[in-house]
């Protein structure tokens, strides 16, 4: 059945003029396809009302839930992912703002195996060139160079549970601060998850964007970037790559989950005496 073309935000990149935007942090949003459709491709379900402007994916195995739902307010999360386990219940929050290709730093290592070890947290952005504070309360602090973006992990008040945030503001010029986008993470989420983010955080890689579609042109600078195509060839690519994963993950937890075989050596022969 023919339809009538409609342009929309949701045409492929072929069709658009794409720039070279940094620094990515201050980039905006950008395509929410990086994420959801990397979920799709790894498996997750999509429980979207389809009348209603929001997108809502779960985890093959229930544990984890992606939900999208854009919201007038800057201060208001648009991105909620939760743990629904009975040990790892946690959850975290990303404005609208937040570029997906960092987001997306997070929502890769859900796709992933547990690390054995559990990496450095601070360490991607300290080698960044970010400023790092720690106080007697062990109250932890890092700031970008620009002083716009930062990453707290505090507690109101001493003995209470930490939470981190991170944040990216611009002064006011009246001693207060408008924010652009926020990130919050409750302090169950997995160490491994936080680190994901964080490195995502301190990659200093432009982004795609088209020309002025970001929250303040005058922050970020913009080059002509490769053509349509080409991004759209390089998301077919990370799609095929998570697929791939996808399915070593699957067939690694099966594989553990099988018992032993029996042992089939024949018995020793009883000796005489």
């Known amino acids: 059945m023919s339809h009538p073309y409609i ?3 949701a045409d492929g990149p072929e069709h658009t003029i794409w720039f070279e935007t ?29 009348d209603y402007p929001h997108v809502v994916l779960a985890s093959p195995d229930h544990r984890h839930t992606v939900v999208l739902e854009p919201e007038t307010s800057s201060y208001t999360a648009w991105w909620r992912i939760q743990a629904h386990g ?9 404005g609208g703002n937040t570029p997906v290709e960092i987001l997306a730093g997070l929502t890769d ?9 559990a990496p450095d947290i601070w360490a991607p952005l300290t080698q960044a060139g970010w400023t790092y504070e720690r106080d007697e309360h062990r109250n932890e602090s890092a700031r970008h160079p620009d002083n716009i973006l930062s990453l707290r992990r505090r507690a109101v008040e001493p003995g209470e549970d930490f939470s981190w945030t991170a944040e990216a ?4 010029g009246l001693g207060g601060h408008k924010r652009i986008w926020h990130a919050y993470f409750n302090d169950r989420m997995p160490p491994h998850l936080i680190a994901a983010f964080t490195h995502a955080l301190a990659r200093d890689e432009p982004v795609q964007r088209r020309h002025y579609d970001v929250p303040h042109s005058h922050l970020v600078t913009q080059e002509r970037g490769p053509r349509g195509e080409r991004l759209a060839h390089a998301h077919e690519a990370r799609l095929k790559t998570v697929r791939a994963t996808a399915r070593k993950t699957r067939r690694t ?7 032993s075989a029996p042992s089939t050596a024949p018995a020793a022969p009883a000796r005489s005496r």
């Open 253 to 259: 937890a099966l594989a553990a989950q099988k018992p």
């Open 7 to 9: 342009s929309t935000r």
């Open 22 to 50: 940094r620094p990515r942090h201050l980039a905006g949003g950008g395509d929410p396809r990086h994420i959801t459709q990397a979920l799709r491709a790894a498996g997750w379900k999509n429980h979207s009302d389809p």
């Open 169 to 172: 503001t611009l002064p006011t």
């Open 86 to 94: 009975d040990h790892d219940h946690w959850y975290t929050t990303f």
């Open 109 to 117: 290592a859900l796709l992933k195996p547990v690390p054995k070890t």
